[in-house]
C-alpha cells in the first residue's frame, strides 16, 4: 500500500503550477522540468508496533562559504569550512535527526560528510554537480532511512529556476513515513524579489497540498523564506500546515509568534511540536547570520491495516485541491 501510494505522487511528473503567479504561460515556464525520483527502498528494519515517533528537526542557514571567501561580502568572519566544523558540532550537540540546510556550498558539504559522513544521510549532496549540494536534507542514518528522493524548481533571483530537494524517510523504530523538504526563498540582495517568493510560495503551498492529498502522510517544510507574517499567513492559510513555533490562523486574521524570523519549520496537524528554539548561541553567532531553528516533534504510532501489512498513514489526507492545475511535484 505505501509503495502504492508512492508510485502515485511520484508518477506525477511534470505538471503545472497551483495558484495566482501570473499569466498562464508564466506559470508553466515555471513548473517545466522533469521530476527525478530514485527507486523506492524496502525496509531494512523491523518496526516496533505501536510506537510513536519522535524527533528533532532543524532548519539551518549556514552561510555559504562564498559570503565569506576573498570576493565574499562578509569581511573578517572564519572561513566556511571553519564555520562549518563550528555547526556540524552544533547539530551533533543539539541531537538533530532531520535537517534542512540552505547556503550549504560545497566547502561546507564537504566538511560537514568528513565529520558527519557517517552518522547523516543527505540529499541531494552532488547528485545534481557541485553546486546541488546548496539546498539539501541531512537525516540520521541510525533513526530514518530513506524511501524515494526528488526535486522541486522553485524561482530564485531574478526568477532563475533551483532545484531543491524532497525526500520521504521511514523511521526505523516505529515504521511512519514522512515528507521533508526545504527550500531557500529569494531575498532582495539582486534586486526586489517579492514577485519571485510569492512564485515560490505558490509552488511550495501546491506542494504541500499535492503530497498531503495523494499520500496521506505528514508533510514537513523548513527553509529561509526571506519573509516573515507573509510567508505565515500564506502557508497556513493555504494548507493544514502549523508551524514548530505556533501562531494563530482562524480564516479572518492571522498572526505569526513573536519574535518572528524568516527561518521557519512547518509540520502537518498530526505533529506536536515542543521546546522550539531559534538557538543563536556563540558558535551559530560566529558561523552564520542567521539563527538555529529547531524543535522537537511527534507523531501518533502508525496503525497497521489487516488487509494491508506496511503500516498506514496517521494523518487523514486533504481534500485534492481544485482550481488551476498542479505543480511539478515528487
Not at 49 to 69: C, D, E, K, M, R
Not at 106 to 134: C, H, N, S
Request: proline share 10%; net charge neutral.
Amino acid at each position: 500500500m505505501a509503495a502504492l501510494l508512492l508510485g502515485m505522487v511520484l508518477g506525477a511528473g511534470a505538471l503545472r503550477l497551483a495558484g495566482g503567479t501570473g499569466s498562464d504561460g508564466e506559470a508553466a515556464r515555471l513548473a517545466e522540468g522533469t521530476v527525478a525520483p530514485s527507486p523506492t527502498s524496502t525496509p531494512t528494519s523491523t518496526p516496533t508496533p505501536g510506537t510513536p515517533s519522535q524527533f528533532t528537526i532543524s532548519s539551518l542557514n549556514v552561510l555559504g562559504a562564498g559570503h565569506t571567501g576573498p570576493h565574499g561580502n562578509k569581511k573578517g568572519w572564519a572561513s566556511g569550512e571553519q564555520r562549518m566544523r563550528w555547526l556540524t558540532n552544533v547539530i551533533r550537540d543539539n541531537g538533530v535527526d532531520v535537517i534542512g540546510l540552505q547556503e550549504f556550498e560545497l566547502p561546507q558539504y564537504r566538511v560537514f560528510m568528513q565529520m558527519a559522513g557517517d552518522e547523516y544521510g543527505i540529499y541531494p549532496g552532488q547528485t545534481w554537480g557541485p553546486k546541488a549540494t546548496r539546498n539539501s536534507v541531512a537525516w540520521k542514518l541510525d533513526e530514518w532511512e530513506l524511501v524515494s528522493a526528488s526535486w522541486v524548481e522553485i524561482p530564485y533571483f531574478h526568477g532563475n529556476l533551483m532545484r531543491m530537494p524532497v525526500v520521504l524517510l521511514r523511521n526505523l523504530a516505529s515504521g511512519q513515513e514522512a515528507y521533508f523538504s526545504t527550500f531557500h526563498n529569494p531575498a532582495n540582495a539582486r534586486g526586489p524579489a517579492a514577485k519571485w517568493r510569492k512564485q515560490a510560495t505558490d509552488i511550495e503551498i501546491a506542494l504541500v497540498n499535492r503530497l498531503r492529498a495523494e499520500s496521506g502522510l505528514p508533510v514537513y517544510v523548513t527553509g529561509d523564506m526571506n519573509e516573515r507574517d507573509i510567508y505565515f499567513c500564506r502557508m497556513t492559510s493555504g494548507t493544514d500546515m502549523l508551524a514548530a513555533n505556533g501562531g494563530f490562523n482562524d480564516g479572518g486574521s492571522c498572526g505569526p509568534a513573536r519574535p518572528t524570523y524568516i527561518d521557519w519549520i512547518f509540520g502537518s496537524p498530526e505533529t506536536t511540536f515542543t521546546e522550539y528554539a531559534a538557538n543563536r548561541g556563540p558558535r551559530i553567532r560566529r558561523s552564520t547570520d542567521h539563527p538555529m531553528i529547531v524543535a522537537q516533534a511527534a507523531l501518533p504510532p502508525v496503525v497497521t491495516d489487516p488487509d494491508c501489512p506496511t503500516p498506514t498513514p496517521t494523518a487523514t489526507p486533504t481534500p485534492t485541491p481544485t482550481g488551476p492545475p498542479t505543480p511539478n511535484v515528487p
